[in-house]
């Protein structure tokens, strides 16, 4: 504890995950444990009579936010390696 402020070993900054040791493996380890139940509750709101409409609204607005992070911080990941 610095004068007044605990340390912590993992902290949620603006959607991103950061721990003591600031990899983007810990953030993404998050992100899938996010797409997986995400990902459930939109299979559960799903029939067989769902629409075409309804199932790519639901995959835009649900699932692919975390995939265009995900490809971003991967691109970034692979930028920052090259030196």
């Known amino acids: 504890m610095i004068?007044?402020?605990?340390?912590?070993?993992?902290?949620?900054?603006?959607?991103?995950?950061?721990?003591?040791?600031v990899t983007l493996e810990f953030h993404l380890g998050k992100m899938e444990k996010k797409i997986t139940f995400v990902g459930n509750r939109v299979k559960m709101a799903l029939n067989k009579d769902s629409s075409m409409k309804l199932r790519v609204n639901l995959w835009q607005v649900m699932i692919q936010p975390y995939f265009d992070q995900a490809m971003l911080l991967a691109w970034y990941n692979s930028e920052s390696q090259v030196t």
């Open 3 to 21: 004068e007044g402020i605990n340390l912590v070993s993992e902290y949620k900054y603006l959607g991103l995950w950061l721990n003591n040791k």
